[in-house]
């Protein structure tokens, strides 16, 4: 087993960092005094980030450009140049007043000249493009706009010649000035920071926020059916029904009965999105064989038509006709031909009182129900400025080097956020704030870094990311914050590790630098919450069962993850499953262990007490055990102050430990993970496919292993078993002899109980129990004697 490194121990820490945000800026940040941002707090939309400058170059549109002497016409486009970086605008074919409505933006610490230059070209199918005019912009003269001011208005300016002497024919609407992250062009901006980058992955390099599809569960009672007719009239039919919705398929048990008017009466949940694409496919199948099913009657139902249920009123019940193919013999042409075959009884809604989770419910972000008219008023804001990653190890291999092209994702609720990727950085700097309304404080958000696959260049997967074809977007790590961790209105400013398991163990992958802030708009309405149940009332007064809940939690998985895969630019599926803990619910050797000795700590402290109390009765500390007399005979004296005393008692040692409170929002723990002293083995079995795909000797061993653990948690359940077993047996009479005595034990104990006040029988079994060793034998109780000699029913197991 390997053996943890301190160092390492020491790195995969929290650390504590001192940004320069928005708050912190010079004069206070306030307007015209060296900063850009408002000092009300309420108004500032990016305190929480570093301030970044942009020279921006709003690229509208020109007119009047001259024809190519040669073809008569003019496929004109714009080309911004600032230094070693240059940017151009999509060309026209044939036009001469081509409009462009393109933004670029060139980040000022990387500028390398004091001249922005732009040309309009005429592009050519053969040689060099045909060079039209140009406009220059000292970058002294540029103005500077402080949001919220209204964006500056474009200006005409006329092209001058290629040595700038004079005039030409045509002109080019600009507008040009420096601002901040903040400004409502950056986004949309084509930034100086990912030059290389071309095409198509243009688009997948952009800050954009997603909003999940809004989920429904659909359920669908199959009650009965009339006039189910088999294709063998010499038979009754042994009929189930198979509902489909997407690629969800669920079907009813087979009527117990075989008869033409089958009754099931049986509930089939699915999840829907809106808009619903899928229509609801009921087909009502007969089993000829056991293998073979015949279809007798098929109708498709758009999800539109059905009830949305906002509470647990029973909805109406509709009779449906069914439709089927004919097949017979003299039908010739006419088999394609629909026609009647029976009806179907159903019963069925769209449930808008439930919250379908998409989330493992350890991580769940979102707790309210469908429907928007059942949602509570926001109980907080939470703000996050995702402001940079630090020492990001290389994901992939460009141009013969490592590199990483890095972005970030954040989940919250139905909000999703993604930052823009920075191209080829160890140490991206994205400072974006994004903001959330807070519904529920006992939830979580998570943020996950990833690298880029789909710039449109020769990246080949290697380096440090260890995973993922050139298809599929590299998982840097991830972070998961709980926001009733986090006091209010308070900044918490640190570097997260980003730590992911990989098959030769745990690897940090970086730092992710954050800035978080909870503010709560409603105490009162919080502590309200605190007492309320997690999910809406409807998952307690009709709940699914656990396989239902699994089920039904992966479908809607499967839902988010395709819907955002259509957005643009693309939250690809792989980045939506590892955000959501698909494969949370897998076998893990170290999963295992890291739950079983999460049990045995919460169980320490039972042993301490017991230990320390063992003490006390062997007068291992003769003071301690005096003391303990002394209160327990206060106790027994003053019975009414036993329960006063331990909430006070849980009182004082609460205000003892406010003092050694945390600092900071807890992250991802190797060592309760359990993830540093992993054998190889159980990581190479963590990372296997389901099902296996290595070689039948490892299984062999692997399942041999987990023989032997299930050996152990066997003989630990038929122990507690036995026990309990031990305990009916008191007076079950399944011994004679120890029944007889445990009962006339009772008799005389009841009398002595009648007789003897409470406080004397508590007095004497106290100083019983502390009695001091010299009255003490090590020979075990005659109640456990007793106790054990009891007759268990594991004689009657084979």
Not at 103 to 132: C, H, N, P, T, W
Not at 455 to 463: I, K, N, S, T
Not at 519 to 536: D, F, K, Q, R, V
């Amino acid at each position: 087993m390997q053996q943890p490194n301190p160092n390492n121990q020491e790195d995969f820490k929290l650390k504590d960092t001192n940004p320069r945000l928005g708050e912190r800026w010079p004069n206070g940040g306030v307007r015209g005094g060296g900063g850009w941002m408002s000092g009300d707090k309420i108004t500032s939309t990016y305190d929480l980030v570093e301030q970044m400058y942009y020279l921006y170059v709003r690229v509208v549109k020109a007119k009047d450009l001259p024809t190519s002497a040669i073809t008569g016409s003019c496929d004109p486009y714009a080309e911004v140049k600032l230094g070693n970086y240059k940017g151009t605008t999509r060309h026209y074919e044939k036009k001469t007043n081509p409009e462009w409505s393109q933004v670029f933006a060139f980040s000022k610490e990387r500028i390398q000249s004091s001249v922005l230059e732009v040309f309009i070209k005429d592009k050519e199918m053969v040689g060099r493009d045909d060079y039209l005019g140009k406009v220059l912009f000292d970058l002294n003269e540029v103005p500077t706009r402080v949001p919220p001011d209204s964006p500056l208005a474009p200006q005409w300016y006329r092209l001058e010649d290629r040595r700038g002497e004079g005039k030409v024919r045509g002109e080019i609407m600009l507008a040009v000035w420096m601002g901040t992250q903040a400004d409502e062009a950056f986004p949309e901006a084509w930034n100086s920071d990912a030059a290389t980058v071309h095409g198509e992955g243009v688009f997948n390099i952009r800050s954009k926020v997603y909003v999940s599809p809004k989920l429904w569960y659909l359920r669908v009672n199959v009650i009965e059916a009339q006039d189910v007719q088999p294709n063998d009239r010499g038979r009754l039919p042994e009929v189930y029904v198979k509902a489909q919705v997407g690629t969800q398929i669920l079907k009813t048990k087979l009527c117990p009965i075989r008869t033409m008017n089958p009754l099931w009466n049986e509930d089939l949940v699915f999840v829907a999105a809106e808009p619903f694409e899928e229509q609801l496919v009921l087909t009502v199948e007969d089993r000829v064989h056991p293998s073979k099913d015949e279809v007798l009657g098929k109708i498709s139902l758009p999800l539109n038509v059905f009830e949305k249920r906002l509470d647990h009123r029973p909805v109406h019940t509709r009779w449906f006709n069914l439709e089927k193919f004919g097949f017979g013999a003299l039908e010739g042409d006419k088999r394609k031909e629909l026609k009647f075959s029976s009806r179907i009884h159903l019963r069925v809604c769209l449930e808008g009182a439930y919250h379908v989770l998409d989330e493992s419910t350890m991580y769940i972000s979102d707790q309210r129900p469908t429907s928007r008219q059942l949602w509570k008023q926001p109980i907080g804001i939470l703000e996050v400025g995702i402001l940079s990653a630090q020492g990001l190890l290389p994901m992939k291999m460009k141009d013969g080097r490592g590199a990483t092209d890095a972005y970030c994702v954040a989940k919250y609720g139905q909000k999703w956020v993604r930052t823009r990727t920075i191209i080829d950085s160890s140490g991206p700097k994205w400072n974006e704030q994004y903001t959330w309304e807070v519904y529920d404080p006992c939830t979580v958000i998570t943020l996950g870094v990833f690298d880029n696959c789909h710039l449109g260049g020769g990246e080949r997967p290697g380096g440090g990311g260890g995973g993922g074809g050139s298809g599929r977007d590299s998982r840097i790590g991830k972070v998961r914050i709980r926001l009733s961790t986090l006091e209010a209105d308070r900044i918490y400013t640190n570097a997260y590790p980003l730590l992911v398991l990989h098959p030769s163990g745990v690897k940090k992958m970086g730092e992710l630098q954050l800035a978080v802030r909870f503010t709560c708009l409603s105490l009162a309405n919080m502590i309200y919450l605190y007492g309320h149940p997690l999910l809406p009332k409807m998952h307690y007064l009709h709940p699914f069962t656990v396989n239902q809940l699994d089920s039904l939690r992966y479908q809607a998985m499967s839902i988010v993850a395709v819907r955002l895969g259509r957005a643009e630019p693309p939250l690809r599926k792989e980045v939506v499953e590892y955000m959501l803990d698909v494969d949370s619910h897998m076998w893990s050797m170290r999963r295992s262990k890291a739950n079983f000795f999460r049990i045995m700590s919460l169980l320490s402290g039972m042993i301490s007490v017991s230990r320390w109390f063992d003490d006390v009765c062997h007068w291992k500390n003769p003071i301690t055990s005096v003391l303990v007399h002394v209160l327990f005979l206060i106790l027994i004296w003053y019975p009414e102050l036993i329960l006063p005393t331990i909430f006070l008692y849980m009182f004082l040692i609460g205000l003892w430990n406010y003092r050694f409170r945390a600092r900071h929002p807890p992250h991802m723990d190797t060592r309760l993970s359990w993830a540093e002293a992993v054998h190889p083995d159980e990581l190479d079995e963590e990372f296997d496919t389901f099902p296996t795909s290595r070689p039948q000797d490892i299984v062999r061993m692997r399942y041999d292993r987990l023989r032997s653990v299930a050996g152990r948690i066997q003989t630990v359940v038929g122990d507690m078993a036995t026990q309990g077993e031990r305990f009916q047996s008191l007076l079950s009479w399944r011994d004679p002899r120890a029944t007889s005595l445990f009962i006339v034990f009772c008799l005389f104990a009841a009398i002595i109980l009648y007789v003897t006040p409470f406080k004397a029988l508590a007095l004497l079994i106290g100083l019983y129990m502390l009695r001091h060793p010299r009255f003490r034998s090590k020979m075990p109780s005659v109640p456990s004697n007793f106790f054990k000699r009891l007759p268990a029913r594991t004689d009657g197991m084979l």
